[in-house]
């Protein structure tokens, strides 16, 4: 069997370098995910953001390629790496990204829910949730930057998904206090 130094095949070792830096790219997945290591960081939604994903993954995609396959537990977990890859490689080279406004699974969400998955049982928590909550305007800023590229690429999502999420953070930001239980 051709392992490396890490006892894992080419392939799960590949799959292991994924998960690390796909973390480091979006800190948001990363804590969804439960990959410690990134909770005082945010995603950078910008479309430099979102390029240095797709090279990321277009990068896995050609090492996968070549990896040698050792059993059937590697083929499957190709295989199940390639549809990964290609999806998301798809997704992006069709600039969905670039209108991703809804209320539910957009990047805003995103960034709102995270902090409901972030652990508030010491101080120390809650120092990592104040270091992630200063960087949200940077990563609604890099956002928005995406979001008018599309807007300039003519890729844009329904009006009712944009009003939502607008209306999403007005009360996330505390100032649409009509709203109880968010």
Not at 47 to 59: E, N, Q
Request: hydrophobic share 40%; no cysteine.
């Amino acid at each position: 069997m051709a392992e490396n130094d890490s006892g894992l095949s080419p392939v799960y070792q590949l799959a292991s370098d994924y998960v690390d830096a796909i973390a480091s790219l979006d800190p948001v997945t990363a804590t969804g995910a439960g990959i410690a290591g990134h909770e005082t960081e945010l995603t950078d939604y910008s479309p430099d953001g979102y390029a240095a994903i797709a090279a990321l993954r277009r990068d896995i995609r050609t090492k996968l390629d070549s990896a040698v396959i050792t059993n059937e537990r590697d083929r499957i977990a190709a295989d199940a790496m390639r549809e990964h890859l290609d999806t998301r490689l798809a997704l992006f080279d069709a600039g969905e990204h670039l209108h991703l406004a809804g209320s539910i699974g957009s990047p805003a969400a995103g960034i709102r829910r995270v902090f409901d998955l972030m652990p508030r049982d010491t101080v120390d928590d809650f120092e990592r949730i104040a270091k992630r909550l200063a960087l949200v305007p940077g990563s609604m800023e890099s956002l928005e930057s995406t979001l008018d590229e599309g807007i300039r690429a003519h890729k844009t999502g329904a009006l009712r998904q944009a009003e939502e999420a607008a209306r999403q953070a007005k009360v996330y930001a505390g100032e649409d206090p009509s709203t109880v239980g968010f």
